[in-house]
C-alpha cells in the first residue's frame, strides 16, 4: 500500500519538478542560440575592440600591441578629423532622416486609403529596401555625375551650370541622402502602414462625426495611434544614420571614398574608422573611433528616451505637475 | 616560425577586425589555396587585380593546355586598392592567400620590408635574369630576398588629340609635338596655356585631364621623391616634390585641366565624349584610352614622348610561401614572367615589358599601335624606358602617400583653396598616416 501511495506521489513530484522546469528554464533554452551567437559575433568583438582601442597595433602585424592607455581616444577628441566626421555625420543624418519619416507617413497615409491595385503599390514601395546598397549606390553616383550625369543634364534645361556634386559639401551630402532616402522611405512607410491599419475604425468614425476634416483626423487620431511605431523608426534610422558607410564609400570611389572626399567634405565616422584602421593601418585608433561611435548611439538613444518621457508627461494630465 | 598559439591568436585578432569591416570583407570569402591531388592534377590559384593581362590575353588559358594536369584558377579585382586591403587582412590573418598574389610597385616595399617571410624567394631560381636590373631591386628584401617576379613596367610618354591640338594652332606631327615640351614639364604646362588662349573649336575642351596625372609624371622620373636612401622621409624638404607640386598647382590655376580623378567616374565618358586633349600616359593606359574612347575617335589620338622618362606603376607576381603546391606555383610565374609571354602581352594590350630580352625583341621595338594613329609605341616608350633612373628609392608608404598628394592637389583644383593651405594639409595627412 505504502509503495503504490508513494510511486504516484514520486512521479507527480517529478513531473512537477519538470514541469517548473519546463516553465523556468525552456524559455531560457529557447534564446539560448540568440545570445550564443550574439555573445560570438557581437559581444567577444566588443570587447575585443575595446582591448584593441587602448592599445597601439597596426593591422599588418595584428600580435604585436603596445599599450598605450586612453592615448587612442585622447588622441580622437584632438582631432580636427574626428569632429569633422562627427559633424559631417550628424548633417547627413538629419537632412536623411527627417525628410524619410515625413514622406513614409505621407505615403504610408495614402497607401491607406482605398486603391485600386494597392498590393502592387506596397510591394513597389519596399522594392528599393530589397536593392542592395552598392547597386543603389553605383546608380545614383552615375545620376549625380558631373560632366555626363543625368541630374546634372535635367538642370541644365533651366540653365543650372553643372554642379560638382562630389567636390562639394553640402551637394555631396544632398547626394549621399538622396541614396539613402530613396531606399529606406519605402520601408518606413510599410511599417507605419502596418500601424495604420490597427488604429480602430470607429476612432475616425467619431472623428467623422464631431466634424474633423481629413487632415485633423490624421493629426489627431493617425499619428497619435501609430506613435509606438513612429518612434521605433526613430530609433532604428538614427542607428542607420551613425553607421552611414557604404553609401559615401561608394559615391566617393577610390582615394576619395574612403577620406569622404578630398576636404573629408563628406567623410563620416564609419568612413573615418575605416580610413584609420585599413588605410593607414592604425587598428588601436580605428578600435577607439569604433567605440565613439558605439558610445555615442548610447547617448543618443538615452537622450530620445528622456525627450520621450519628458513629452509624454507633459502631454498626459495625470502625470503632469499642474 | 610562428607557434601553434600565436597562430590562433593571428586568427582570432584577425576574425576581430574582420567582423570590424563588417561588409567589405564580407566579399572577401571564396575557394583560397589550390591543391595537388593523388592523380597528377594541380590547381593552382591566383589573385590578380586591374588588367595585368595574363588572363585577358589567353596566357593562362594557353599554359593550362600545354599543361594538361594544371588547372588555373585566377580571381580578378578591378581595383588594386580594394585589392590590397583584402590581401593585408589575409596576410595578416594567415588564411584566405592565393597560392600566387599580384603586387603592384607601390606596395612591394612594404610588403619586401614587412612580410617578406610570407613569400617564397625567387631570387635563386634559374633562367630570371633577363629583367632589368632595377625591377627585381624594387621587391628585394633588406635579407635579399626577392618575393617577386615582374610583368610589367610603367614608362610614360604624353597622349594627346591631334584633331583639337590643331584647332589650337599646334603641331600634330608627334616629333614636333615632342619638341614643344622636350626636358621639362613645366613646358608642357606652358602649351597648355597657348593650347587654352588659342582653341577654337565651339565645344569646351580642357588641356589635360587632371593635374595628379601631371604630377605623378614629374616624380616618377627621379630616384628619389618621397622617401631617401636610407627609408627616411623627405618629402617635406624635396626640390623634386616641390617642383612638381607647384607645376601641377599652375596647370590646376590657370584652368588648364577638366577638373577629372583618374580611373574615376566622369574620366572615362570624358575620353569618350572627348572632353581634354591630353593625359600623361604610361603605357598600361593605353589599352584603357582605346577601349574607352572607342571606335569613334581611332586613329584621332596620338602619342608623343614625354618631357623626361618616367616609370609610374608595373606590377609582379608572387608565390606565398602557404602555398600547398608551391613548386607548380613558381613555374607558373617564372612562365608568365617569362620573354616571350610579355612580348605577347605587349603586343596583345600594350603593357610594357620588365624584361630586357623583350625590350630588345623586334616583337616590342618595332611595335605600333594602330589606335593611336600608328604611333612607334615599342620606340617611344623603351626610349622613356631607358631614361627611367635605376636606383629609384621605394618606401613602404609610396602609395598612401601619392594618394593623399592627389587629393591635396584636387583641394586646389576642385575647392579653391589655396595651394599654402592644400599643402599644409597633405604635410598634416601623411603624417598622421604614415605614423
Redesign the interface.
Same mark, same amino acid.
Given at each position: 500500500m505504502a509503495t503504490s501511495a508513494l510511486a504516484p506521489a514520486g512521479r507527480q513530484s517529478r513531473r512537477a519538478l519538470l514541469h517548473r522546469l519546463d516553465l523556468k528554464a525552456a524559455p531560457y533554452a529557447y534564446v539560448a542560440p540568440f545570445f550564443v551567437v550574439f555573445a560570438a559575433?557581437s559581444f567577444?568583438?566588443l570587447v575585443? %575592440?575595446s582591448w584593441?582601442s587602448l592599445n597601439e597595433v597596426n593591422?599588418? %602585424?595584428? @600580435?604585436d600591441k603596445t599599450w598605450v592607455g586612453l592615448d587612442n581616444y585622447t588622441a580622437l577628441l584632438k582631432d580636427a578629423q574626428f569632429w569633422n566626421a562627427l559633424a559631417n555625420t550628424f548633417t547627413i543624418g538629419v537632412i536623411s532622416t527627417v525628410p524619410q519619416l515625413l514622406m513614409a507617413l505621407g505615403l504610408a497615409h495614402l497607401l491607406n486609403y482605398k486603391l485600386r491595385g494597392s498590393l502592387f503599390f506596397r510591394v513597389a514601395s519596399i522594392t528599393p529596401y530589397a536593392t542592395s546598397?552598392g547597386a543603389a549606390a553605383l546608380v545614383f %553616383?552615375?545620376l549625380f555625375?558631373? @560632366?555626363?550625369g543625368m541630374i546634372n543634364w535635367f538642370l541644365g534645361i533651366f540653365g543650372v551650370e553643372n554642379i @560638382?556634386w562630389e567636390?562639394?559639401k553640402w551637394p555631396a551630402q544632398l547626394a549621399i541622402s538622396s541614396i539613402v532616402v530613396w531606399r529606406w522611405t519605402g520601408y518606413n512607410a510599410l511599417l507605419y502602414l502596418a500601424a495604420m491599419q490597427a488604429v480602430p475604425k470607429d476612432l475616425y468614425e467619431a472623428a467623422a462625426i464631431d466634424g474633423a476634416s481629413r487632415w485633423q483626423q490624421f493629426t489627431k487620431v493617425t499619428v497619435p495611434g501609430i506613435r509606438a511605431t513612429v518612434v521605433f523608426t526613430v530609433v532604428l534610422s538614427t542607428i542607420g544614420a551613425t553607421q552611414l558607410? &557604404?553609401e559615401p564609400l561608394i559615391f566617393g570611389? &577610390?582615394?576619395?571614398g574612403v577620406?569622404g572626399g578630398?576636404?573629408n567634405?563628406y567623410q563620416t565616422l564609419g568612413l573615418l574608422?575605416?580610413q584609420e &584602421?585599413?588605410?593607414?593601418?592604425?587598428?588601436g585608433q580605428?578600435?577607439a573611433v569604433?567605440w565613439a561611435m558605439f558610445l555615442l548611439l548610447v547617448l543618443i538613444l538615452v537622450l530620445q528616451r528622456v525627450l520621450a518621457s519628458l513629452a509624454s508627461r507633459a502631454s498626459s494630465p495625470q502625470g503632469g505637475r499642474r | 616560425m610562428p607557434t601553434a598559439r $600565436?597562430r590562433f591568436? $593571428?586568427r582570432?585578432?584577425?576574425a *576581430?577586425?574582420a567582423?570590424? !569591416?563588417?561588409?567589405?570583407v564580407a566579399g572577401c570569402g571564396g575557394d583560397s589555396t589550390g591543391a595537388a591531388s593523388k592523380d597528377g592534377k594541380v590547381t593552382i590559384t591566383m589573385g590578380l587585380f586591374g588588367v595585368m593581362g595574363l588572363k585577358e590575353t589567353g596566357l593562362l588559358e594557353k599554359y593550362m593546355k600545354e599543361n594538361p594536369n594544371v588547372t588555373i584558377k585566377a580571381d580578378i579585382a578591378a =581595383?588594386e #586598392?580594394t585589392y590590397y586591403?583584402a590581401l #593585408? $587582412?589575409r596576410?595578416?590573418a594567415g588564411s584566405g592567400l592565393k597560392d600566387i598574389q599580384g603586387i603592384e610597385v607601390n606596395r612591394a616595399r612594404?610588403l619586401a620590408d614587412?612580410?617578406a617571410p610570407r613569400f617564397v624567394d625567387l631570387g635563386e631560381e634559374e633562367g630570371t635574369d633577363h629583367f632589368l636590373p632595377w625591377k627585381a631591386g624594387q621587391v628585394t628584401s633588406k635579407d635579399g630576398k626577392v618575393i617577386g617576379l615582374g610583368t610589367d613596367i610603367g614608362p610614360m610618354a604624353v597622349c594627346y588629340r591631334k584633331d583639337m591640338f590643331e584647332k589650337a594652332g599646334l603641331p600634330t606631327d608627334r616629333e614636333k609635338v615632342a619638341e614643344l615640351w622636350k626636358g621639362d614639364w613645366k613646358k608642357y604646362v606652358e602649351v597648355g596655356k597657348d593650347f587654352k588662349k588659342n582653341y577654337e573649336g565651339g565645344k569646351k575642351v580642357a588641356y589635360m585631364d587632371s593635374s595628379t596625372g601631371l604630377f605623378n609624371a614629374q616624380i616618377y622620373g627621379n630616384s628619389e621623391y618621397f622617401y631617401g636612401k636610407d627609408g627616411e622621409l623627405v618629402y617635406r624638404d624635396s626640390p623634386v616634390v616641390k617642383e612638381a607640386w607647384d607645376t601641377a598647382v599652375d596647370a590646376a590655376q590657370s584652368g588648364l585641366t577638366a577638373?577629372l580623378?583618374q580611373?574615376? =567616374?566622369?574620366w572615362d565618358?570624358?575620353l569618350s565624349?572627348s $572632353?581634354f586633349a591630353t593625359t600623361v600616359c604610361p603605357a598600361w593606359m593605353l589599352a584603357h584610352i582605346s577601349e574607352k574612347a572607342g571606335e569613334a575617335n581611332k586613329g584621332k589620338w596620338d602619342v608623343a614622348e614625354a618631357p623626361k622618362g618616367a616609370n609610374w606603376g608595373g606590377s609582379f607576381l608572387g608565390v606565398m610561401e602557404t602555398s600547398p603546391v608551391k613548386e607548380e606555383a613558381v613555374k607558373l610565374v617564372k612562365w608568365l614572367t617569362a620573354p616571350e609571354q610579355q612580348e605577347h602581352v605587349f603586343a596583345e594590350i600594350g603593357n610594357f615589358p620588365s624584361s630586357r630580352t623583350a625590350l630588345e625583341s623586334d616583337t616590342v621595338k618595332n611595335a605600333k599601335s594602330a589606335y593611336f594613329s600608328d604611333a612607334p609605341i615599342g620606340e617611344i616608350f623603351g626610349k622613356a624606358a631607358a631614361e627611367i633612373p635605376g636606383d629609384q628609392v621605394l618606401g613602404p608608404k609610396d602609395g *598612401?602617400i601619392k =594618394?593623399t598628394f592627389? #587629393?591635396?592637389l584636387?583641394?586646389v583644383e !576642385? #575647392?579653391g583653396?589655396s595651394p599654402a593651405e592644400a599643402w599644409r594639409t597633405t604635410d598634416e595627412r601623411i603624417r598622421?598616416?604614415v605614423?
Open positions: 559575433f567577444y568583438p575585443h %575592440t584593441i593591422l599588418l %602585424t595584428l @600580435d546598397i %553616383t552615375m555625375e558631373r @560632366d555626363f @560638382d567636390a562639394q558607410f &557604404g570611389k &577610390g582615394p576619395n577620406s578630398a576636404d567634405q574608422l575605416y &584602421g585599413w588605410r593607414n593601418f592604425r587598428m580605428a578600435a569604433a | $600565436t591568436r $593571428t582570432v585578432a584577425a *576581430t577586425a567582423a570590424l !569591416s563588417l561588409a567589405l =581595383d #586598392q586591403g #593585408q $587582412t596576410l595578416a612594404e614587412t612580410l577638373e580623378r580611373f574615376q =567616374d566622369g565618358p570624358g565624349n $572632353t *598612401t =594618394d592627389s #587629393q591635396g584636387q583641394l !576642385s #575647392q583653396k598622421k598616416a605614423g
